[in-house]
């Protein structure tokens, strides 16, 4: 009996293996693929042998922070690293309180307010974007970073949904239980739910701190100054020639975010210590 | 004062309103010199900075930098300083200007410019002051005209003509070629004087190593393409590219234009479908994969850098890559077409081919504060020394007939073509922008139909072609039109 | 209401002069904001809301032209800060009905004898029992201006001429509801509108359903007992999902086009190179805009349910085991409902992105008109066709309208789906 059991998950480590490699595989071929041409001597993506470059060199790295005089990516790096802190911070702490809210209050507006939110997200962003231009010139906005990390953290909250979702999940006996002992509302968000939200806080600060790295179209209508501009627009403005500068640009965006994902990612398995809250 | 002026003009358009429609014409004739005579005084302003817009290769080989050094040494008196705008070089001033965040001087093509002109976003100029003038030929200030109010005004400076340029390499060519290839003996290729010969050619290379090609150029570009059309009497507006109720793509004989372009397809792979060529043909025609191919003349320097790598991994040095790619890389204008449009026929009538072109200039936005010191940054920049530099750096085909004239060779042939009309500028109206993805629509059609198997495809003559076209003519009406 | 009427003049005095009746009851802090708020109001109004509000009806009188010097009106700013006008009024009622009614409530207390509440109470009530509006004031206003006015703007664009040849300085009228009067008359548009929003339903099902079920299957196979260096398999999905979209895009499409590798294998092996993406190629197209869709949306949707996974109650888990159920049984009857239940939202929020998903086809591609379509190809997606229409064609109000159309159409749709749903009816079940 107890011999067939462990053949048994013998054969279930196996396919969850081979699985596992397969997946793996799926999803590092075309990273490795888009790595290894930001290496490519020739620059070229045509002079390749199949799938990868001749010959490799750094060369086009070098020449990414190096030769800055028409494209500054170092410049666009940081200014791109600014407003991905600036929005991941600040929206991360919105939204997570929004949906804080929206799980634990009764109030009269809640329902109604969760079924405009998730109209609104039905609406064609780019149809406002003519908008939220001229709301901008308007306030003066224009060509600051911070005009964009305020646009990027205003609009975090409206995806609270999902973080919703997990507060749901999250005994409202934790709560009651504080609240006998006199702590308020805003205590036992800070002290009792927070701490075991640590999940959904990474996984929020990720998104809204990737966000910026890739969208174009809004630091594209704000920012007018080239030395202003944001890795995604930066990389949009290159020459259609600098095939190799566009590479290299774009894989080093990913290096922030896989250094967050590995400092965070601790906190996103053992958010709440197996079965200690309900105990 | 300025604004004085322009008060009291509001006020006599006023009154000529009330006096009725007789007197109208002729103030409006008094009125025609006025907008440029009171914007453009005369009077420099002084201690101003000039943000100026330039292309992104003009500032990458340093020529912006030789141009506001100069520029600025000699307004130094004046307080005037031209700066780089640093702003990305496709900018749309209409969006950007009215709210401040644009340049006072804007480097572009001519269909670019125009369309801030019909808003306008950019002023009249009085170029009629400038050193530039009478160089330049009617065809290119024409490009920059506009037709307000019942008068004409003029409203940028043209700098540089861009038009395709044929793009081949000497060493690639067949070494007998000068027994074999050139049956009028002018020392001049017959497949790079015409399209017969290279259809001919590219077939022979084709067939002698089917790695290899003669002319390629991917179908789907309407820039490239289009000019075969207007070859054989194809247009695209009617009226002097100003009546979108006429679309002239089929006009005349364009199918004959249609089925030559089939006919290169033909001897190329299917690379020519989608956009691969027209990024992979620096790196194939430095590897000698290509014989031949379109590009415009800005992309020179590119051509040329991929062809010195390539000599310098064959094993050559430095000096001698580059001397051997400056022999080897020639760029010249188009080759001639048959009259018939058949490529296979011997001996054929040959036409001259036209291209889809357009003229680079400078223009001055509307939302400047000091249009006098800009005016003088245009004249400067368009003076016969600059321009001068200007063909150095940048291998550009000058508008001014006196650097022309003097560089020879190309520039004069583009500068001849433009006169001639061979080059078809680009309208300058914005619905110019409603052609391109119909036109790529049809051209992809085009060049997937030569890699079609032979009872799949689409246009097996030329009335096929021509029901294509109009195909095409209709798609661009409808959305030009449908919605008005 | 009847509570006002019956009330004292204090009470009818803060309905002139916001605060005023909460001052005469001696709450000092409460009347000088509300007063603050009056007198910040009618500054505004007078500085710019007023002429803000007029120039929402007029949408602009004199046409500006740069060349005589003439300043003129821009008319979809006007519109803009018309819109925004009215929502500080909006505002301005709300607070001022709200400082009728406290003024009530105090006069009510005072009556009977107790002492109105305290500012630092209804400080601390903030903190507590009514921390939801702390909490909700920043987040709504930032909404407000940045995704409703917007909206707004949209909305009311779609009953104006603003497009084509008339943009600024040109100036915009209202032109009632002219543009969709043109939509539905216009023949063509209705067998294009009907195809695409045939494949754009398909196309979010299929991609909802596959991201979210390989994102899903993911994050438990991850998550199984028996995977060592979980942090390590997760990080390759995350290294996906490190790369921004537009530029898998772009690779992804360089990688299926005629002169890329995938191609340049098949021509190795001697056969003819296929058309991918190219204008015959429509279903194959579609497939393969689901798949690079799957392969782009799957790592976030594996984050998200990893961190819904480590919020299970372990103690359930426990009593199955007990009670002898099979790692089958548990994963049914347990992890499934709850998953199913905590992610809904997540199903949602996939459903509405990939409904809008523009970049996907647009990047993969753009660029081609097809036969039986107007002015879209086969793969275009509602918004793609939108972006064509408004901004490639400058239609800007018609595509407002039509906006408006597939706004109300799929907000219907997902609404009816969003009210049934367990997370929004029973947001209690797992408590």
């Given at each position: 009996?107890?011999?067939?059991?462990?053949?048994?998950?013998?054969?279930?480590?196996?396919?969850?293996?081979?699985?596992?490699?397969?997946?793996?595989?799926?999803?590092?071929?075309?990273?490795?693929?888009?790595?290894?041409?930001?290496?490519?001597?020739?620059?070229?993506?045509?002079?390749?042998?199949?799938?990868?470059?001749?010959?490799?060199?750094?060369?086009?790295?070098?020449?990414?922070?190096?030769?800055?005089?028409?494209?500054?990516?170092?410049?666009?790096?940081?200014?791109?690293?600014?407003?991905?802190?600036?929005?991941?911070?600040?929206?991360?702490?919105?939204?997570?309180?929004?949906?804080?809210?929206?799980?634990?209050?009764?109030?009269?507006?809640?329902?109604?307010?969760?079924?405009?939110?998730?109209?609104?997200?039905?609406?064609?962003?780019?149809?406002?974007?003519?908008?939220?231009?001229?709301?901008?010139?308007?306030?003066?906005?224009?060509?600051?970073?911070?005009?964009?990390?305020?646009?990027?953290?205003?609009?975090?909250?409206?995806?609270?949904?999902?973080?919703?979702?997990?507060?749901?999940?999250?005994?409202?006996?934790?709560?009651?239980?504080?609240?006998?002992?006199?702590?308020?509302?805003?205590?036992?968000?800070?002290?009792?739910?927070?701490?075991?939200?640590?999940?959904?806080?990474?996984?929020?600060?990720?998104?809204?701190?990737?966000?910026?790295?890739?969208?174009?179209?809004?630091?594209?209508?704000?920012?007018?100054?080239?030395?202003?501009?944001?890795?995604?627009?930066?990389?949009?403005?290159?020459?259609?020639?600098?095939?190799?500068?566009?590479?290299?640009?774009?894989?080093?965006?990913?290096?922030?975010?896989?250094?967050?994902?590995?400092?965070?990612?601790?906190?996103?398995?053992?958010?709440?210590?197996?079965?200690?809250?309900?105990? | 004062?300025?604004?004085?002026?322009?008060?009291?003009?509001?006020?006599?358009?006023?009154?000529?309103?009330?006096?009725?429609?007789?007197?109208?014409?002729?103030?409006?004739?008094?009125?025609?010199?006025?907008?440029?005579?009171?914007?453009?005084?005369?009077?420099?302003?002084?201690?101003?900075?000039?943000?100026?817009?330039?292309?992104?290769?003009?500032?990458?080989?340093?020529?912006?930098?030789?141009?506001?050094?100069?520029?600025?040494?000699?307004?130094?008196?004046?307080?005037?300083?031209?700066?780089?705008?640093?702003?990305?070089?496709?900018?749309?001033?209409?969006?950007?200007?009215?709210?401040?965040?644009?340049?006072?001087?804007?480097?572009?093509?001519?269909?670019?410019?125009?369309?801030?002109?019909?808003?306008?976003?950019?002023?009249?100029?009085?170029?009629?002051?400038?050193?530039?003038?009478?160089?330049?030929?009617?065809?290119?200030?024409?490009?920059?005209?506009?037709?307000?109010?019942?008068?004409?005004?003029?409203?940028?400076?043209?700098?540089?003509?861009?038009?395709?340029?044929l793009?081949?390499?000497?060493?690639?060519?067949?070494?007998?070629?000068?027994?074999?290839w050139?049956d009028n003996?002018?020392?001049?290729?017959d497949m790079v004087e015409n399209w017969n010969d290279m259809y001919a050619y590219s077939k022979?290379?084709?067939?002698?190593?089917?790695?290899?090609?003669g002319y390629?150029?991917?179908?789907?570009?309407?820039?490239?393409?289009?000019g075969f059309l207007f070859s054989y009497g194809g247009?695209?507006?009617?009226?002097?590219?100003?009546?979108?109720?006429?679309?002239?793509?089929?006009?005349g004989d364009a199918n004959k234009g249609a089925w030559v372009l089939s006919q290169l397809a033909s001897n190329?792979?299917?690379?020519?479908?989608?956009?691969?060529?027209?990024?992979?043909?620096?790196?194939?025609?430095?590897?000698?994969?290509?014989?031949?191919?379109?590009?415009?003349?800005?992309?020179?320097?590119?051509?040329?850098?991929?062809?010195?790598?390539?000599?310098?991994?064959?094993?050559?040095?430095?000096?001698?890559?580059?001397?051997?790619?400056?022999?080897?890389?020639?760029?010249?204008s188009l080759p001639k077409l048959p009259e018939s449009g058949d490529l296979t026929e011997e001996n054929p009538s040959l036409i001259d081919t036209k291209t889809?072109?357009?003229?680079?200039?400078?223009?001055?936005?509307?939302?400047?504060?000091?249009?006098?010191?800009?005016?003088?940054?245009?004249?400067?920049?368009?003076?016969?020394?600059?321009?001068?530099?200007?063909?150095?750096?940048?291998?550009?085909?000058?508008?001014?007939?006196?650097?022309?004239?003097?560089?020879?060779?190309?520039?004069?042939?583009?500068?001849?073509?433009?006169?001639?009309?061979n080059?078809?500028?680009?309208?300058?109206?914005?619905?110019?922008?409603?052609?391109?993805?119909?036109?790529?629509?049809?051209?992809?059609?085009?060049?997937?139909?030569?890699?079609?198997?032979?009872?799949?495809?689409?246009?097996?003559?030329l009335?096929?072609l021509?029901?294509?076209?109009?195909?095409?003519?209709?798609?661009?009406?409808?959305?030009?039109?449908?919605?008005? | 209401?009847?509570?006002?009427?019956?009330?004292?003049?204090?009470?009818?005095?803060?309905?002139?002069?916001?605060?005023?009746?909460?001052?005469?009851?001696?709450?000092?802090?409460?009347?000088?904001?509300?007063?603050?708020?009056?007198?910040?109001?009618?500054?505004?109004?007078?500085?710019?809301?007023?002429?803000?509000?007029?120039?929402?009806?007029?949408?602009?009188?004199?046409?500006?032209?740069?060349?005589?010097?003439?300043?003129?009106?821009?008319?979809?700013?006007?519109?803009?800060?018309?819109?925004?006008?009215?929502?500080?009024?909006?505002?301005?009622?709300?607070?001022?009905?709200?400082?009728?009614?406290?003024?009530?409530?105090?006069?009510?207390?005072?009556?009977?004898?107790?002492?109105?509440?305290?500012?630092?109470?209804?400080?601390?009530?903030?903190?507590?029992?009514?921390?939801?509006?702390?909490?909700?004031?920043?987040?709504?206003?930032?909404?407000?201006?940045?995704?409703?006015?917007?909206?707004?703007?949209?909305?009311?664009?779609?009953?104006?001429?603003?497009?084509?040849?008339?943009?600024?300085?040109?100036?915009?009228?209202?032109?009632?509801?002219?543009?969709?009067?043109?939509?539905?008359?216009?023949?063509?548009?209705?067998?294009?509108?009907?195809?695409?929003?045939?494949?754009?339903?398909?196309?979010?099902?299929?991609?909802?359903?596959?991201?979210?079920?390989?994102?899903?299957?993911?994050?438990?196979?991850?998550?199984?007992?028996?995977?060592?260096?979980?942090?390590?398999?997760?990080?390759?999905?995350?290294?996906?999902?490190?790369?921004?979209?537009?530029?898998?895009?772009?690779?992804?499409?360089?990688?299926?086009?005629?002169?890329?590798?995938?191609?340049?294998?098949?021509?190795?092996?001697?056969?003819?190179?296929?058309?991918?993406?190219?204008?015959?190629?429509?279903?194959?197209?579609?497939?393969?805009?689901?798949?690079?869709?799957?392969?782009?949306?799957?790592?976030?949707?594996?984050?998200?349910?990893?961190?819904?996974?480590?919020?299970?109650?372990?103690?359930?888990?426990?009593?199955?085991?007990?009670?002898?159920?099979?790692?089958?049984?548990?994963?049914?009857?347990?992890?499934?409902?709850?998953?199913?239940?905590?992610?809904?939202?997540?199903?949602?929020?996939?459903?509405?992105?990939?409904?809008?998903?523009?970049?996907?086809?647009?990047?993969?591609?753009?660029?081609?008109?097809?036969?039986?379509?107007?002015?879209?190809?086969?793969?275009?997606?509602?918004?793609?066709?939108?972006?064509?229409?408004?901004?490639?064609?400058?239609?800007?109000?018609?595509?407002?309208?039509?906006?408006?159309?597939?706004?109300?159409?799929?907000?219907?749709?997902?609404?009816?789906?969003?009210?049934?749903?367990?997370?929004?009816?029973?947001?209690?079940?797992?408590?």
């Open positions: 009996m107890m011999k067939k059991l462990s053949v048994g998950k013998i054969i279930d480590a196996t396919w969850t293996y081979a699985l596992l490699l397969i997946v793996a595989f799926i999803f590092f071929f075309p990273c490795l693929w888009i790595v290894l041409a930001s290496f490519s001597k020739s620059g070229s993506i045509y002079s390749f042998d199949g799938f990868f470059p001749k010959s490799y060199s750094v060369a086009t790295f070098k020449k990414l922070f190096t030769d800055t005089t028409m494209y500054n990516y170092p410049r666009w790096f940081l200014n791109t690293l600014f407003v991905a802190v600036g929005s991941c911070l600040l929206g991360t702490f919105l939204t997570i309180l929004t949906a804080y809210t929206m799980s634990r209050f009764e109030f009269r507006a809640r329902k109604t307010m969760m079924k405009t939110t998730m109209i609104l997200g039905m609406f064609p962003s780019f149809m406002g974007m003519t908008a939220v231009y001229i709301l901008m010139t308007q306030f003066g906005l224009i060509n600051q970073l911070w005009g964009l990390i305020l646009i990027y953290a205003a609009g975090a909250p409206m995806g609270y949904l999902t973080q919703k979702g997990f507060f749901d999940t999250i005994p409202k006996a934790i709560d009651e239980a504080a609240k006998i002992d006199g702590a308020n509302s805003a205590q036992i968000f800070w002290k009792i739910n927070l701490p075991l939200s640590k999940p959904i806080i990474v996984y929020t600060a990720l998104t809204s701190f990737t966000w910026p790295w890739s969208d174009f179209i809004l630091p594209k209508l704000l920012l007018k100054e080239k030395d202003l501009y944001t890795v995604a627009v930066g990389l949009m403005s290159l020459d259609e020639t600098e095939f190799a500068r566009f590479a290299a640009g774009s894989v080093f965006i990913a290096v922030p975010i896989v250094i967050l994902y590995f400092a965070l990612v601790k906190n996103m398995v053992d958010g709440i210590a197996e079965g200690a809250v309900k105990g | 004062m300025k604004r004085k002026i322009a008060l009291v003009l509001i006020g006599m358009m006023a009154l000529t309103t009330l006096a009725g429609c007789k007197s109208e014409s002729k103030e409006a004739t008094k009125e025609a010199a006025s907008p440029t005579n009171t914007i453009f005084t005369g009077e420099l302003e002084e201690n101003v900075t000039i943000q100026v817009l330039e292309n992104d290769t003009a500032i990458s080989k340093g020529y912006f930098d030789e141009l506001i050094k100069a520029f600025n040494k000699e307004y130094e008196k004046y307080g005037i300083t031209a700066v780089d705008a640093n702003m990305d070089q496709y900018l749309d001033l209409a969006n950007d200007g009215p709210y401040g965040y644009g340049p006072d001087v804007l480097y572009q093509a001519n269909d670019v410019i125009m369309q801030y002109a019909e808003g306008k976003h950019i002023y009249p100029l009085p170029v009629e002051q400038l050193d530039c003038y009478s160089q330049i030929p009617e065809a290119a200030w024409k490009a920059y005209q506009v037709d307000v109010e019942g008068n004409t005004y003029t409203c940028g400076v043209p700098v540089n003509v861009q038009a395709p340029m793009y081949y390499r000497t060493d690639l060519l067949p070494e007998d070629w000068k027994s074999n050139d003996k002018n020392d001049v290729p022979e290379i084709h067939e002698v190593n089917p790695d290899k090609y390629m150029k991917s179908l789907y570009d309407v820039y490239f393409s289009s247009y695209i507006f009617g009226d002097n590219n100003t009546d979108t109720n006429d679309i002239g793509f089929a006009a190329m792979n299917e690379d020519c479908i989608d956009d691969t060529i027209t990024t992979n043909a620096y790196s194939k025609l430095a590897d000698g994969t290509y014989f031949a191919t379109l590009s415009t003349p800005d992309t020179y320097t590119t051509f040329y850098d991929s062809l010195v790598e390539e000599y310098e991994n064959d094993g050559l040095t430095e000096d001698e890559a580059r001397d051997k790619a400056i022999e080897n890389l020639v760029m010249t889809m072109g357009g003229v680079n200039g400078y223009a001055i936005s509307s939302y400047t504060k000091c249009p006098n010191a800009c005016l003088a940054f245009v004249d400067f920049a368009t003076n016969y020394e600059m321009i001068k530099l200007r063909n150095e750096k940048l291998g550009i085909a000058p508008a001014r007939e006196d650097v022309a004239e003097e560089l020879g060779g190309l520039s004069k042939q583009m500068y001849e073509n433009l006169e001639k009309g080059v078809v500028l680009m309208p300058s109206i914005k619905e110019v922008g409603q052609i391109w993805t119909p036109g790529q629509t049809f051209f992809t059609d085009l060049a997937k139909d030569s890699f079609r198997p032979e009872s799949e495809k689409k246009f097996k003559d009335d096929a021509k029901a294509g076209l109009e195909d095409m003519c209709n798609q661009i009406s409808d959305a030009i039109h449908t919605l008005e | 209401m009847r509570k006002f009427l019956d009330s004292s003049w204090r009470v009818k005095l803060s309905a002139l002069i916001m605060g005023s009746g909460q001052l005469m009851y001696g709450c000092v802090a409460k009347g000088i904001i509300y007063i603050l708020i009056e007198i910040g109001f009618i500054a505004y109004m007078v500085i710019r809301g007023f002429s803000d509000i007029v120039g929402f009806f007029t949408l602009g009188t004199t046409k500006a032209d740069a060349w005589l010097g003439t300043v003129g009106d821009n008319s979809v700013v006007m519109l803009l800060m018309g819109i925004f006008a009215w929502i500080v009024v909006a505002a301005f009622i709300y607070l001022y009905v709200l400082n009728i009614k406290s003024a009530c409530d105090i006069e009510e207390r005072v009556s009977t004898g107790r002492a109105p509440k305290s500012f630092i109470d209804e400080l601390k009530e903030l903190l507590d029992r009514k921390f939801y509006i702390t909490v909700l004031v920043l987040p709504v206003v930032g909404v407000c201006i940045f995704n409703i006015l917007p909206i707004i703007f949209m909305i009311l664009i779609s009953f104006t001429n603003y497009g084509g040849s008339i943009v600024p300085p040109e100036l915009v009228d209202w032109v009632g509801i002219d543009n969709f009067k043109k939509i539905l008359t216009l023949s063509k548009f209705a067998p294009t509108f009907a195809r695409i929003l045939g494949w754009n339903i398909l196309w979010a099902v299929v991609s909802t359903a596959l991201n979210y079920f390989a994102g899903l299957g993911l994050a438990l196979l991850l998550n199984k007992d028996c995977v060592k260096g979980k942090a390590f398999f997760r990080a390759f999905p995350v290294l996906a999902y490190a790369i921004p979209g537009f530029i898998t895009l772009l690779a992804f499409k360089f990688m299926f086009s005629y002169g890329g590798p995938i191609n340049q294998m098949i021509k190795a092996t001697g056969t003819a190179p296929i058309g991918f993406l190219d204008l015959d190629a429509k279903w194959m197209a579609r497939l393969i805009g689901i798949l690079v869709n799957c392969w782009i949306s799957v790592p976030s949707i594996m984050l998200l349910a990893t961190g819904h996974l480590s919020n299970r109650d372990m103690s359930l888990y426990e009593a199955a085991r007990i009670d002898g159920a099979t790692p089958f049984q548990q994963f049914r009857k347990l992890t499934m409902p709850f998953m199913l239940f905590a992610t809904t939202p997540v199903l949602l929020g996939q459903f509405i992105g990939n409904f809008n998903n523009f970049g996907i086809f647009y990047f993969l591609r753009g660029g081609l008109y097809m036969d039986g379509y107007f002015l879209a190809s086969d793969t275009d997606l509602l918004i793609n066709w939108l972006y064509n229409l408004s901004i490639d064609n400058n239609y800007y109000c018609i595509g407002a309208a039509i906006s408006l159309i597939i706004f109300i159409i799929t907000s219907a749709i997902s609404l009816a789906v969003y009210v049934k749903s367990p997370s929004y009816r029973e947001e209690d079940t797992f408590q």
